[in-house]
Structures are given as C-alpha cells and as structure tokens.
C-alpha cells in the first residue's frame, strides 16, 4: 500500500502495469472468460481483439473492477486490486479509462467534466485543477471547447474530451473500452490521431478495438481472444500478417 | 353527397349546436341571482388585502415548508430504496407504500391529535402542517426521484467510478444533479398537488393569523351567506398553479428536445 500513496511517478522495475491471472467471469450461465492470463508492461501498448462476445470488454472492466471477477488475480503495479482491503477508488484513480459511449457528464461544461474529479478525488485546487485541465484540452486539439457543453460537441470531440478527462487525472495506465466504435467512420481518425500520439509519448495503453489497421500500426502486442480464452498473442505483424490459429485466421477473414 | 359535403355539414351542426347550448343557458340563467351570489364585489372587495396578505401567503408558506421536508425525506427514501443493504430498502418501501395508500387527511389528523394526545405533548402548528402534509409528499417525492436517478444511464456512474470517485461522491457529484434535472416537471407537479393539500389543513384549527385560502374564504362563505369568497380564493389558487403547470409543459418540452 505504501508505494501507492506515492503517486504516479513510481515506476517500479519488472512490476507489470497490468498482470490478470486465471481470470474468470460468467453472467449466470454464460461463461465469458475461462481463465484468462494476460498482462500489459509498463510503456506497452496492448491492442485486444476479437469477436464480439470474446470477452475481449468483460476482460477490460474487470482490469479496474467495473466488473467483478469470480476467480483469478489481477494485480494493478503489484496491487491486487480484488483484495478486499484495496483502496478500489486510489487505484482506478490511477488507470484511465475511455468508453465506447464517452459517458462525459452532460450537466457540465468541458472544463468542469475536466476539473471535477481533480478536485474531489485529488483534492486539487480550482487553478491547479484548470491549468491541468487546459493543458490535456490543447493536447487533444480542443483549448477552445473549454466552456462548451457535451451536447454541443461532435462524437468525435466528446471521445477526446473524454479521453483528456482521463488524462487529467495523471494515470499510470489507460484502458480503452473500443473507443471508435460508437463514432461515424469520417470522426474516427481524430480520435485514433490522439491515441496515437499518447502511444508516442510513452503512455501504457490496454486498447480493445476492432481497427486492425490501428493495431498493426501502434500496437507493441496484439492479442487475440474468442470464447473466453486468449487464442494467440505476439507482435502485430506476426498475430496480423502471420496468425498461427485456425480461429485467428477466419477471424482476420471476416472483418477484412 | 360527397365525402367532403358531408364532413362540412357535420361541423356545421356541430358549431351551431354550441352555439344554441350557451344561448339557451344565457336565456335561462338566472343572472341576478348568479351574479349576486357568486360575484357581490362588495364582498369581495372587502376580502382584500387579507386575501392576499394572509391566506395565500399562508398558503405559499405551508407550501414551502411542506414541500422542503418532502424533498429531503424523499431523497433519503429514494437512496434507501436503492441502497444495497435489504434492511434500507424494506423499511424505504414499507413507507412509501403505507403513506401513498392513507389519505392525508389521515396523517393530519395523526401528526395533529393522535401523536399529541398519545405523547400528552403539543407541537407548534407550523411543525404539525410541515409533519402532517410533508410525511405523506415525502412518499410520492420518494418514488418520483428514485425514477430520476434510474433514469440517468448506467454510464455515467461508471466513468465517475472510474474517475476513481466513491459511490457516494459519484452520487452527489454526477448521479443526482442529472437525476433532478430529469424529474423537475414531475416535482413540479407534486408542488401543484400539495398547495392544493393545504386546503386540508383547517381541521387542525386556525386562528385569524393562520388561516389558509381555503378556511380563510368559507369562514366568509358562512359570515355572509354568500359563495363570492369561494370565487375569490379560487382565483387566487389559479394565479398561483396555473403558471406552475404552464411551466411544467414548458420545461418538458425543452426536456424532449434536448434528448
């Protein structure tokens, strides 16, 4: 717990930034993961694919205990974050996360969706707070959307407020849950443009997508998953240009 | 005749039906005795300025504070009937269904005599009114703004969790703000109902000084024999909900467009 407190500037030597062992999850009856290993290093950028109903989502909610598991580790820079004793709240304060449907809060303008969290949960003051703010809206190309609503905003503009409000926080890791899928294809390259450059500065990224293109071009690992397991893993080129499974290659088929 | 013929003749009938309905009523009324019933200005005339002055804002006070307790209450039993621990949710449930099934005129007559004789104590009234009229409003508000915090999409909680902010933050924060926003017309709506309520509060006695607009105009009605006041004090009630209700159909308009 001690090194937690220290914040995000900590980076531990041979620590995972994220380590899932044989996770496990069903909804009822429905399996969705069987006992996943899988794990993203520090400054890696991991793209997850596969089917929908892989499991490839549940895997990423569960990495921040949006889901709950029902077995397995998933240690957060060491931190199990399904112990009971965790400090859930610090540690997700620490992983960014971007939805498929943004989910800005609408009853408040772009900085406030930018400061709120800043100020509640970091306890930063209102000018430290709004300079960060600033600083992550230029960072995504959106200094002057600053007192804009989120109703007023593109698709593609509220994906990359959403993704500066995660920013703001300072995360040691950012999870995004297919970030494009909910946007018109013409909105896409303005999102993915940001994510790119994140990926150039060094951030670590755990990214379920279905832009291959994307995976290929900004991945360090791609992983593949169907029916709740990982089905293969490696280097894009290789997982993309050279799948060693049947069930990877019919996939790649089917979205070409 | 041709479809359109027919339709034209059947408006007509329709209008000049009307129009022999108030005609035949305007011939047949008595408008001497109407007026001086129901319209004696000089009556009326001398209703004010307490009219205004002590009976609606009576009215406007018992109001608030009822409406004020309600919401607080409502709020609490709406977060109780969404809180994960069974014992919150009966106790929130058994409430709002015991105090939307009495009339509340039952719970006056509780809040205002059954609980004073039985504890051998007395409250002040204004405590009694907000009790008596507020235990029940809180039931209804309760259900209505558990609505609203459904009502906001399971997202919104999630990004504010995963902003690192704890439940309850995540509630004040996020949750219940939108949640409001949502329910305004319908809080709105409870807001008409209980100053119309307020006119049930005379059983538990008034003096001249406490005395809503409901008691303040039949105390007239008897005086004078007369049923002007009751004109008077309902007119006063419209000035007051009408643009309550006008409001309510404005605000859900924008709320229709902005989704």
Known sequence: ???????????????????????????????????????????EVVCVIGPSGSGKSTLLRCVNRLEEADAGSILIEGEDIRDPDADVDLLRSRIGMV???????????????????????????????????????DRVGLGEKADAYPAHLSGGQQQRVAIARALS????????????????????????AVMRDLARDGMTMMI???EMGFAREVAD??????????????????????????????FLQMVR | MTRRQRQRVLRGVLYASAVAAVVALAGL????????????????????????????????????????????LGLALALMRLSSIPPYRWF?????????????????????????????????????ITLGLGIVAAAYMAETIRAGIEAVPRGQMEAARSLGMSRGRAMASIIIPQGFRIIVPPLTNELVLLIKDTSLLFVLGTTPATKELTKFGRDILTARANATPLIVVGVVYLLITVPLTQLVAVLERRNARSR
């Open chain 1, 1 to 43: 717990m001690s090194a937690a407190g220290e914040g995000s500037d900590v980076v531990r030597e041979g620590v995972a930034a994220i380590r899932v062992e044989g996770l496990q999850k069903s909804f009822g009856a429905n399996h969705v993961l069987r006992g996943i290993d899988f794990r993203v290093d520090v400054g």
């Open chain 1, 169 to 192: 926080m300072d995360p040691d890791m950012m999870l995004f849950d297919e970030p494009t899928s909910a946007l018109d294809p013409e909105l896409v390259g303005e999102v993915l």
């Open chain 2, 92 to 128: 929130a449930t058994v409430y709002i269904e015991v105090f939307r099934g009495l009339p509340a005129l039952l719970t006056i007559f509780l809040v205002g005599f059954g609980i004073p004789i039985a504890f051998q104590t007395r409250w002040p009234v204004l405590l009694q």
């Open chain 1, 99 to 137: 939805f498929q449907s943004f989910n800005l809060f609408p009853h408040l303008s772009v900085l406030r969706n930018l400061t709120i969290a800043q100020r509640r949960v970091r306890g930063r003051s209102r000018e430290e707070a709004e300079r960060v703010a600033r600083g992550n809206l």
């Open chain 1, 208 to 210: 379920v997508t279905h």
């Open chain 2, 29 to 72: 009324a008595d408008w001497v005795l109407l007026r001086r019933n129901f319209l004696d200005l000089d009556i009326a005339a001398t209703m004010f300025p307490d009219v205004l002055l002590v009976a609606a804002r009576n009215t406007i006070v018992y109001t608030a504070l009822a409406f004020a307790f309600g919401l607080v």
């Open chain 1, 221 to 250: 690992r791609v992983v593949f998953m169907d029916g709740g397991v990982v089905v293969e893993e490696g280097s894009p080129e290789r997982v993309l240009g050279a799948p060693a499974q049947e069930r990877t290659r019919r």
